[in-house]
């Protein structure tokens, strides 16, 4: 079975530049999370969604920061304009709703995005 | 003050070490518990859950839990060199939705030498 996977693996642009980062989750998932871990640190939640409704967007810096899930599939996570502190790896992972609020997130391998 | 705190190494042992890595934390309501093991360029993979107070074993790893210390541990027996990562601890309340809200300690680095 394939795990999440993310692309771009690496980017590395100037500041002020938008970015995109793609997330496709395991078959079947339909709770989807975006993560932003910055160095030394633990990952921090930006949005869950389930399906394709954003459940949880409290921590998204939302006057530059977006995401969709079209289809309540895949999912995309932008910032425009991106700032030198938005270098981080950023993190999606999935989860089956198996009803009991515990699911195990599967997290895919991170975008590490530098902003110069 | 963070909710989760995490000692972050590094930590280096000899192969064949017993290692214990911990975490302490401020939020009573937390029910839920996780250790992840994060390798160098890749992303958290779930090692082990519990729910409640004591000792949860699988294998080499044993995860221990007290929650009237708000304290959590991760003991590795037999370490070997493909033990070295990033150890996260992780932690959330116990109720539907708000389940999967984690909120993770900064990561502990280990380094076992062969």
């Known amino acids: 079975e394939a795990g999440v996977v993310q692309s771009p693996r690496y980017k590395i642009i100037e500041k002020k530049q938008p970015v995109a980062f793609w997330c496709n989750p395991i078959s079947g998932h339909n709770t989807l999370y975006w993560y932003r871990q910055n160095l030394g640190q633990g990952p921090e939640l930006l949005i869950r969604y389930e399906n394709e409704e954003a459940v949880d967007d409290s921590q998204l810096p939302k006057d530059r920061f977006s995401a969709e899930r079209l289809k309540g599939v895949d999912s995309t996570l932008k910032i425009q304009p991106a700032e030198l502190g938005d270098s981080a790896v950023y993190l999606c992972?999935?989860?089956?709703?198996?009803?009991?609020?515990?699911?195990?997130?599967?997290f895919g391998p991170g975008t590490r995005l530098t902003v110069l | 003050q963070k909710e989760v705190e995490q000692d972050p190494g590094p930590l280096s042992v000899p192969e064949g070490a017993i290692v214990s890595l911990n975490c302490t934390y401020s939020n009573s309501a937390f029910q839920y518990f996780m250790w992840y093991r994060q390798y160098s360029r890749k992303g958290p993979e779930l090692l082990m859950y519990t729910y409640s107070s004591g000792n949860k074993e699988d294998g080499r790893f044993t995860a221990q839990v007290d929650k009237s210390s708000k304290y959590i541990s991760l003991f590795i027996r037999d370490s070997q060199p493909s033990d070295s990562a990033t150890y996260l601890c992780?932690?959330?309340?116990?109720?539907?939705?708000?389940?999967?809200?984690?909120?993770f300690g900064s990561g502990t680095q280990l380094t076992v030498l062969p």
């Open positions: 992780a932690m959330s309340l116990l109720s539907s939705g708000s389940a999967r809200q984690l909120t």
């Open positions: 992972a999935s989860s089956l709703d198996g009803g009991q609020g515990t699911d195990t997130q599967y």
